[in-house]
């Protein structure tokens, strides 16, 4: 056994003289950072992972949490990580580990995107108050509609719409499954997607009965695992999402060991307790476009075409073609996530340096399918790294017909995106099944905090469909002429379909 040389990321002290001994911090602490030393509260620093649960429940503020100074000598090549995880992998010969979204400091190109605003023409005078129409139906549009006249003279409507998912604002909860977060997480979730008119998604773990009064507000997703996959589970939601890849991860598929299986769990996701749940990279049914078609129709077959089908993919390099193929295999909905979306748990090596960015995705794919007159055959999805409703209406602007959330609404939740998920550990309960974490997520609770955040960016939204001086989020919709990139090269311009500022 090596003795570590890996420092201590954070440093967590206690200031003894305002210390009352109520160990709350003991008691708190999902990592085992503190323990009684028989006087006085002790400290593990090597454990924290600065999630700032003691610090929240400190009654005395006595505990402070710092960046630990000493880490390594400064160097503009070999930067801290790069030496720790040398001095880890020397020391375990394994592939670190990782939660949440990267947080290797590549370009976020929403932040060089400015949105436009009128001025003289036609500004809403008061977009709170004025009608502005956040409603969004997601589904394959007919290219035409036709009308006859009803028995009364008036006309009505004679082409049959495709099934479609109705939102009452143009936000989705990502997929996050039983078994990478907590019952509780999952169903603060449910509520508040209930309560906001929107929808949440299962993630590949299946369905909870808990979850069941919630169906009318579900996807329902089918992995390569197909845990809890069967007829009652593809019909229970609003639609049915094909998982084909993970922003977080593209290429390798999902993983929860064993010891993460208790009795719940196995029986949501229909496998025996104690067992190791891998859902590998490929659908073992899907190799080519043709056998997506396939499942597609199966899928639209068991669910008697009312819902519609989803396509979740990984933003790679070829997303655009991509894209367009699973349009043409007949899917609904194309749900892209980006890099920088959250995991459970993913290799470092692999989350950090595969698939692109989703903004470049999402313009990749909405022109594509613009350019093969397909775009009103799906909806699009964007999400990974939707951090704010600026992003969210910057995504709109490039294509989007809804964002996804997922890091965003575990925050409201107490997550500080430490990225310490694939520990199982999370002092907040969240991405966690110990029962003495997950007991503290209120999800009553919890999900009033995560609606206010959705009614909060949609507030903000209808501030900046007034400024842009539409009253509608379809007339943002793909509206990229009032986007301008700032700092940005020229064949980025491109790829995103946007002028420069000052043009
Ligand atoms: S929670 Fe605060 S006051 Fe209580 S034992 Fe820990 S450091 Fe001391
Ligand atoms: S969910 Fe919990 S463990 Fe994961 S990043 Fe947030 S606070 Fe950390």
């Keep these: ?84 995880n040398i001095k880890r992998q020397a020391e375990t010969g394994g592939i670190p580990l990782t939660g949440m979204g990267s947080d290797m400091p590549y370009p976020v190109l929403f932040d060089s995107l400015l949105i436009d605003a009128c001025q003289v023409t036609n500004p809403s005078i008061d977009p709170l108050r004025e009608p502005m129409e956040l409603r969004t139906y997601l589904g394959k549009k007919p290219a035409k509609l036709e009308f006859e006249n009803g028995p009364d003279g008036k006309p009505k409507l004679k082409t049959k719409m495709p099934p479609q998912i109705k939102l009452e604002a143009p936000f989705i909860f990502a997929p996050m499954s039983y078994g990478s977060i907590s019952l509780n997480a999952q169903k603060t979730i449910a509520i508040a997607a209930k309560e906001l008119g929107i929808v949440m998604n299962t993630g590949e773990g299946g369905l909870h009965e808990d979850i069941y009064p919630y169906r009318s507000n579900i996807i329902v997703q089918v992995a390569s695992g197909r845990f809890g996959v069967n007829p009652d589970y593809l019909n229970a939601g609003v639609a049915v999402e094909i998982k084909i890849g993970q922003g977080a991860k593209p290429g390798i598929g999902g993983h929860l060991p064993g010891e993460k299986i208790p009795l719940d769990i196995a029986k949501t996701r229909m496998i025996p307790v104690g067992t190791d749940a891998i859902s590998p990279a490929p659908q073992h049914d899907i190799y080519s476009i043709e056998d997506l078609r396939q499942l597609i129709f199966a899928i639209k077959e068991a669910t008697n075409y009312t819902k519609p089908v989803s ?17 043409r295999a007949g899917a609904d909905i194309v749900y892209i996530d980006g ?46 790294g939707i951090r704010s409703c600026a992003d969210a209406a910057k995504a709109i602007a490039l294509g989007a017909d809804a964002v996804a959330l997922a890091t965003s609404a575990l925050i409201t939740m107490g997550c500080t995106v430490c990225g310490k998920c694939y520990t199982g550990n999370c002092s907040w309960g969240i991405t966690t099944q110990r029962p003495e ?67």
């Excluded at 950090?352 to 613009?370: C, N």
């Design 1 to 84: 056994m090596f003795k570590s040389l890996a420092v201590p990321e954070f440093l967590a002290k206690i200031d003894q003289i305002k210390c009352i001994k109520c160990k709350r911090c003991i008691q708190n602490c999902g990592w085992s950072v503190y323990a009684w030393g028989g006087d006085k509260v002790l400290i593990d620093t090597f454990k924290c992972v600065k999630c700032l649960r003691c610090y929240h429940y400190c009654p005395e503020e006595a505990i402070t949490i710092e960046d630990n100074p000493v880490k390594y000598r400064s160097n503009a090549n070999w930067g801290f990580y790069n030496i720790r």
């Design 437 to 503: 974490l997950t007991v503290r997520l209120d999800p009553e609770v919890y999900a009033e905090r995560l609606i206010n955040l959705i009614h909060a960016w949609s507030h903000e939204l209808k501030e900046i469909l007034g400024a842009l001086g539409v009253n509608a989020i379809e007339s943002l919709r793909g509206s990229r002429e009032r986007l301008r990139g700032i700092g940005l090269d020229s064949q980025t311009l491109d790829i995103l379909g946007v002028k420069p500022v000052g043009r």
């Design 311 to 327: 396509v979740k993919i990984a933003a790679v390099h070829n997303v655009a073609a991509i894209a367009s193929g699973i349009v």
């Design 339 to 384: 890099f920088r979306g959250g995991t459970g748990a993913a290799p470092s090596i692999i989350r950090d340096h595969l698939g692109i960015p989703i903004e470049h995705a999402l313009a990749a794919v909405d022109e594509r399918l613009r350019q093969e007159g397909i775009r009103n055959e799906a909806s699009i999805i964007a999400a990974g």
